[in-house]
């Protein structure tokens, strides 16, 4: 009996007891490698002494004071931290809980900024289809995937949903990942101009596709050709950080890897690494100085912003990535899953596709690989091999509707920065036969 509502509520998951380096155990004693950083959180190992330290001492400290009487120097020093290694032009930083929370707030700055520089005609979004934003329902929005939509549709402000950039499914014959790429800003431009240029806020989109599409990496040449749409029409490109951000793919910012700068970008999972909740939007100069010359404030606020203990677990995290070069690590050991996973993989009569960036990698599960067909939604591949793998001590980020919110299984992994070779290689084994057995059942 569990008086707790569980997000499956016919099913009470094991109960976890503590965590370790790359592995975390439960209530029976049985170890899970963690192969997915729980939803790529967990950038760190498990109990890092360092930011645990932290913690403890920003406890004994202040453990809370609310953000309209005061300020705390934590929250002071994590964001100069975060915009000396933000973006070109980042002058400060909004803290909030999570990343649903960052989404919303960038949201309203968008919208704000526009008020205040005289358009307060703009008033629409335009995304992407099959992203996930959050679950808020300003996030949920802007989100394209169908499946978490539909019950609460009614809810939503309408917005422009236009293609991914989904290369393995929507790539025609003949045609150049770079041209792939402009056909799909052209077709951004053309929603923005149907919609009214001069009514549209902000485009919204994960730099690297997270969890709904199973880590969608973009091709050459697209953000910067999406960059130019929106300056273009005067519209805002916010781009969503919250999972393939800080140092998921290589870089502190998955954008730096594209040449572009967002007007503003969220960040949460990677910025505390799960030691406390805690997210953040990164806002340029000129969306700042816009507030300031204007009303003077950010019309909008949570109870637990700027957290000093949530501001305390992110700094230690963000200086130990920094101290211990875990970005470079992140690089070489990405080079090495990537070709573990193309060795195990490359040929398996079910696997579609291998994508990813550092240690941010997806594989879709396909009925044939020939047609790319899809297995039968019914039955469920995704979570079968899910407890395929917590069956073999492997904690796995497996999700459905890959295609459009209901066709489609693929299989997530972000493991720690921390991760080996040996961790890598012990990952790919023990999903190998988690796949196989899920097919298997099916």
């Known amino acids: 009996m569990t008086r707790v509502l569980h997000r499956h509520l016919h099913r009470k998951p094991p109960v976890a007891v503590g965590g370790a380096g790359m592995f975390l155990t439960d209530a029976e004693g049985r170890r899970y490698l963690d192969a997915c950083g729980g939803a790529a959180v967990s ?78 005609q703009r008033s629409h979004f335009v995304a992407r289809r099959q992203s996930y934003h959050g679950n808020t329902l300003g996030a949920l929005a802007v989100g394209g995937n169908e499946w978490r939509r539909r019950e ?35 077709e951004l431009d053309e929603a923005i101009v149907a919609a009214g240029p001069d009514r549209v806020i902000a485009f919204v989109a994960e730099t690297v596709g997270g969890a ?44 730096e890897q594209e040449g572009v700068v967002p007007d503003l970008i969220t960040i949460a999972k990677g910025l505390g690494g799960g030691f406390q ?44 990535i920094e101290r211990d070069g875990l970005l470079a690590r992140v690089r070489s050991s990405g080079t090495a899953f990537e070709a573990m996973l193309r060795a195990r993989f490359g040929d398996h009569p079910h696997v579609g596709d291998v994508r990813g960036r550092g240690l941010f990698w997806g594989v879709e599960l396909v009925r044939d690989r020939a047609s790319k067909a899809p297995f039968d939604p019914a039955g469920q591949l995704h979570a079968r091999v899910k407890r395929e793998a917590m069956a073999r001590g492997l904690m796995t980020y497996p ?29 790919v084994e023990r999903l190998a036969p988690a796949i196989d057995a899920a097919i298997a059942s099916l």
């Open 43 to 120: 950038c760190l190992w498990h109990g890092h002494p360092d930011v645990l330290a932290a913690i403890h001492e920003q406890v004994d400290r202040l453990a809370y004071a609310h953000t309209s009487f005061f300020t705390t120097e934590v929250a002071e020093t994590l964001a100069d931290e975060l915009v000396r290694t933000g973006p070109a032009g980042t002058s400060h930083v909004y803290f909030v809980s999570g990343g649903s929370e960052a989404v919303e707030a960038a949201l309203k700055m968008a919208r704000q900024y526009f008020v205040e520089i005289g358009q307060p």
């Open 152 to 186: 609460f549709a009614p809810l939503l402000i309408d917005v422009t949903h236009v293609a991914p950039c989904y290369p393995y499914r929507d790539l025609r014959e003949g045609e150049t990942p770079e041209a792939y790429g402009r056909r799909l800003a052209a």
């Open 212 to 255: 709904t599409a199973g880590v969608l990496t973009p091709v050459p040449g697209y953000f910067r050709a999406v960059r130019e749409v929106c300056d273009r029409h005067g519209v805002l490109l916010v781009l969503d950080e919250v999972m393939c951000g800080m140092g998921r793919t290589g870089t502190l910012h998955a954008c």
């Open 277 to 320: 909740p805690i997210g953040a939007v990164l806002a340029q100069r000129r969306l700042v100085e816009a507030m300031s010359r204007g009303s003077g404030f950010f019309q909008h606020g949570h109870t637990y912003l700027g957290h000093p203990v949530a501001c305390a677990a992110a700094l230690a995290v963000q200086r130990v």
């Open 399 to 427: 999700m459905g509707g890959t295609i459009d919110g209901r066709r489609g299984d693929h299989v997530v992994l972000a493991p720690p920065f921390i991760a080996g070779n040996e961790h890598l290689g012990e990952i």
